[in-house]
């Protein structure tokens, strides 16, 4: 049931005329549309309204409503941004975003899919050849390539959220609950007892709540691609055993028993996939590259980029890695270097950018004059800091923890390792490092921030945490849970032994204690 049915001209923003529903989620709805300025069918997704509620204000009932409809908020918000910053043939186009001024509803405006979902694709293709499977995941793959690339984790890879379109192009959907901007792979406190993701598809990882990464994203590929090639998923709940206690428990059977026609080396792909151990799982451009063997005939030499041959010669193929980086070294080296007053300028600039919410084009100008105050390290240091606190502020933490990796050591030799914005640097860096995966190297940053941090210091108490959650991640648990002991009293202290927010401290303790 829709939150509101259209008239005949039902508009937004005075040209997407809403049509008729074609789905509906726990977030929002998806409707056919017409683009009237550019005359085109469209899809929007409408946030679902709140609800009106009546609830006791200050209860912990209403802070939980309000805390939801924020949560949801957030999530949809995440998705537009997700989805319009992906640019590859397997997601969907974003058009455009805004509110309904009528019903105050956020909307996103997408291009039109026709086809089938996945879910629906499976049962009638039962019967198809291994190629089938194998094309449709080789797709799911290079997609999540190129999604890696940029930080983000989809965390909710299965049927259907995948759209089989009537070219047979593949498309991933639903980046609603994706790692990106504000959503991070490092569980925090009000997360605890909460999963993301779906039961049948969930890896180890998301099952035990720690830390998810691009290995998620292919261990959820391979039960999909378990189900597409038997019509079963790898684990199948009982009374006794649920999904995620088969995700954390069970190892993966080859699926040559219920299919013999499957080539020996998809099934040993298809276990690495399935691996309990996010380190032991192939990443995804591994995962397309032996799928396409299954797919297409071998051919020999890989075309470039912009090589016509390439579409027909590597179909949906993840774009050069290293065609951009070369690009932005080649428009750096035709500027002049910069000076003083550069620098100058370019700061007063970037708070001209950001005070109108040009976040990117202030990242972009930072980028530019760090590149070219290499050749005076003291100026460099400057930029950077200015760079590195855009990229992390942006939570574009892949290229934050990149700067913020150079950049330390010469501040920390300059300013000392106590100085207020080097310790916020370095938690900077711990986090981002931590957000992309790098598990160790987020674990040295917090605990160098930890010994010259101050323990009243609310970053103090967020880095101990989140250092115990990457050592439980990382199969210390005995260590993870000294450091959420040693939390625990901080948090008493500041909100009270009987808050929600050492409550929920205390579930994901017994939590580690449950597992060590």
């Known amino acids: ?32 549309g017409y683009d009237q300025q550019l005359d085109r069918r469209i899809a929007i997704k409408l946030m679902h309204r709140a609800a009106p509620v009546s609830l006791p204000a200050g209860s912990p009932e209403a802070a939980a409503w309000v805390e939801a409809a924020a949560l949801d908020r957030e999530r949809f918000l995440r998705e537009i941004r997700t989805t319009a910053r992906l640019d590859h043939q397997g997601i969907p186009t974003v058009y455009d975003f805004g509110a309904d001024p009528g019903t105050g509803r956020t909307y996103l405006v997408m291009q039109l899919l026709y086809g089938q979902t996945l879910f629906d694709a499976i049962p009638e293709a039962l019967g ?82 720690n830390l998810v990464g691009p290995p998620t994203d292919v261990y959820a590929l391979g039960c999909v691609l378990h189900e597409m090639l038997t019509g079963r998923v790898p684990f199948e709940a009982t009374p006794s055993q649920s999904y995620q206690d088969h995700h954390v428990n069970t190892p993966a059977r080859s699926v040559r028993l219920l299919r013999e026609d499957v080539p020996a080396e998809l099934d040993s792909l298809l276990l690495a996939m399935l691996a309990k151990h996010a380190a032991d799982r192939p990443d995804a451009e591994t995962v397309y590259e032996t799928l396409l063997r299954f797919v297409a ?11 016509p041959r390439r579409p027909f010669v590597r179909p949906f193929a993840p774009s050069p890695k290293a065609a951009r980086p070369k690009q932005a070294a080649t428009a750096v080296d035709r500027r002049p270097p910069l000076d003083v007053d550069g620098a100058l300028a370019v700061r007063a600039r970037m708070r001209d950018l950001l005070e109108d919410g040009r976040v990117q084009q202030a990242i972009d100008l930072l980028e530019d004059a760090y590149a070219r105050a290499g050749h005076q390290p003291e100026l460099a240091l400057e930029v950077g800091f200015d760079l590195a606190v855009a990229l992390y502020d942006a939570d574009e933490y892949g290229r934050a923890a990149g700067v913020l990796d150079e950049l330390l050591p010469g501040l920390a030799r300059r300013d000392g ?39 009243g210091d609310p970053l103090y108490r967020d880095a101990l945490y989140s250092r115990g959650l990457l050592l439980h991640a990382s199969e210390r648990t005995a ?38």
């Open 1 to 32: 049931m829709s939150d509101v049915a259209p008239t005949d001209e039902w508009l937004l923003a005075g040209r997407y005329r809403v049509d008729a529903p074609i789905g509906s989620g726990g977030m929002g709805e998806v409707w056919r």
């Open 128 to 209: 198809e050849p291994v190629s089938w499977s194998a094309a449709i995941a080789a797709q799911i793959a290079a997609t999540l390539v190129d999604v890696h690339r940029v930080d983000v984790v989809h965390r909710d890879i299965k049927p259907s959220n995948v759209m089989l379109t009537t070219s047979g192009v593949v498309k991933l959907l639903d980046f609603g609950v994706a790692v990106l901007q504000g959503a991070a792979a490092l569980p925090r406190l009000t997360q605890v007892g909460k999963t993301v993701g779906s039961p049948p598809y969930m890896s180890r990882e998301q099952a035990l709540g």
């Open 297 to 307: 005939p071998k051919t020999a030499g890989v075309p470039g980029e912009r090589d």
């Open 417 to 455: 390792d106590a100085d207020p914005d080097v310790q916020y640097l370095r938690h900077a860096a711990a986090t981002s490092n931590a957000e992309i995966g790098n598990v160790d190297t987020a674990i040295g940053y917090f605990t160098d921030f930890l010994a010259h941090a101050d323990s």
């Open 479 to 516: 260590d993870g849970l000294a450091d959420l002991l040693s939390v625990r009293p901080l948090l008493a202290a500041e909100f009270g032994s009987e808050s929600i927010t050492v409550q929920k401290l205390d579930q994901r303790i017994e939590l580690m204690k449950a597992r060590n």
